[in-house]
């Protein structure tokens, strides 16, 4: 196998990456409603396909601290590229072969979850680790391509939904599984740098004596759970609390918010040299806030699906400043870093949707109560800059 030599294609893989970790968040709430006809599933069950997801990547992220660096960067990436690939194409068959479909579309979850998790630790460090100038807007470049990712799945899924119809969409199941495979066979081809020599590397005892450390944690918890309590719930909230058609509500909330989030991204990482990261985040957070309060608080559809779209604008700069941050106040931390943080990151993950969901559930079937609810994330990042601005 020939053997690519410049690192461009390592970022190019990793860019695939992100779009691979996008389809495998995002594909699945956009057929909520439709697995609830289908297979007779109340909200709770739904919560759960959510809260399992984030949960298996939580748990993979906690145990790759200790097998990433054993196993090789190469080889897991690879292998997260594949099961990621198998769980998507599982879900075409495996609800109809198992005795129950739904443990058959959660087996499925658990398998591209997996994938997810491994994605979400490696890719960031790999990029990192590549010889690029302007660290920070190759940080926010990349973890853009994920919002991109999130805009292809829910057009393209629209599309295909119009012509073929959403009864096929086992069919587009199969044809999403095409992108891990192909980049699984790329990141097979792609120089992959080290991270931190063995001599610098910081011990784990080390890492957890910095009190740095935990306030990044607290803003990680805080960027998954504000970006995921929107983004999961958007299309289901738009279609039943705001009154208006599947595709209305696909274009209208998860297309428009994903496309704010990586508009952000994309212009702090075209003007990162020239703004405060800090200020950034504290602004985003507040505006954060401004938007839970509208898309829960409004009666009229327009605002609330606004709401919904600038959401994404407001948590964008989160998870990959957040990233910067750490890569500058904790250089020699290695690995065991990043997956901690992936760790914390997929906590906020696995939170916000469940937490959107149960309080929803709690209130008849209520998401504006259910978004409401989430107001306690971005508030989180606040407090966590505020600690972290204040630390010399």
Request: net charge positive; with cysteine.
């Amino acid at each position: 196998m020939k053997t690519l030599k410049s690192y461009e294609h390592t970022i190019y893989a990793s860019y695939l990456g992100y779009i691979t970790q996008a389809i495998v968040n995002n594909f699945l709430p956009l057929l909520f409603l439709t697995l609830s006809g289908q297979y007779a599933l109340t909200l709770d069950k739904i919560t759960l396909i959510t809260t399992m997801n984030f949960a298996v990547q939580l748990l993979v992220d906690l145990l790759s601290a200790r097998f990433i660096d054993k196993i090789g960067y190469r080889v897991a990436v690879v292998a997260a590229h594949v099961f990621a690939a198998a769980g998507l194409v599982g879900m075409a068959f495996l609800p109809e072969l198992l005795p129950g479909a739904y443990a058959g579309i959660l087996l499925c979850v658990v398998l591209y979850a997996i994938g997810g998790g491994i994605i979400e630790v490696l890719i960031s460090p790999i990029v990192e680790a590549c010889p690029t100038e302007k660290k920070e807007a190759a940080m926010s470049l990349l973890h853009s391509f994920y919002c991109w990712g999130h805009v292809a799945v829910v057009l393209f899924s629209t599309l295909f939904f119009h012509v073929c119809g959403i009864e096929n969409w086992k069919v587009l199941a199969c044809l999403w599984a095409i992108v891990p495979l192909l980049n699984a066979v790329y990141f097979a081809k792609v120089p992959i740098f080290p991270i931190v020599s063995g001599h610098e590397k910081m011990s784990l005892r080390g890492l957890f004596g910095q009190k740095v450390f935990w306030v990044l944690l607290v803003l990680m918890v805080g960027a998954g759970a504000s970006e995921q309590g929107m983004s999961q719930w958007a299309s289901t909230f738009a279609e039943s609390a705001l009154g208006v058609s599947k595709m209305v509500g696909d274009l209208a909330g998860p297309c428009a918010f994903a496309i704010f989030m990586g508009t952000a991204r994309a212009l702090y990482g075209k003007y990162s040299d020239k703004i405060s990261l800090k200020k950034v985040m504290v602004t985003s957070a507040c505006l954060c806030i401004v938007c839970y309060l509208t898309a829960s608080l409004t009666s009229s559809p327009a605002w609330g699906l606004i709401g919904c779209a600038v959401c994404g604008f407001s948590v964008g700069i989160f998870w990959p400043g957040t990233f910067s941050l750490a890569a500058v106040k904790l250089p020699t931390a290695g690995t065991a870093m990043y997956a901690f943080m992936a760790l914390a990151g997929d906590v906020g993950c696995a939170a916000g949707p469940t937490v959107v969901g149960m309080a929803a559930n709690l209130c008849s079937g209520d998401l504006k109560t259910g978004l409401l609810s989430a107001l306690v994330f971005p508030v989180m990042i606040l407090i966590g800059m505020t600690i972290l601005r204040d630390k010399k």
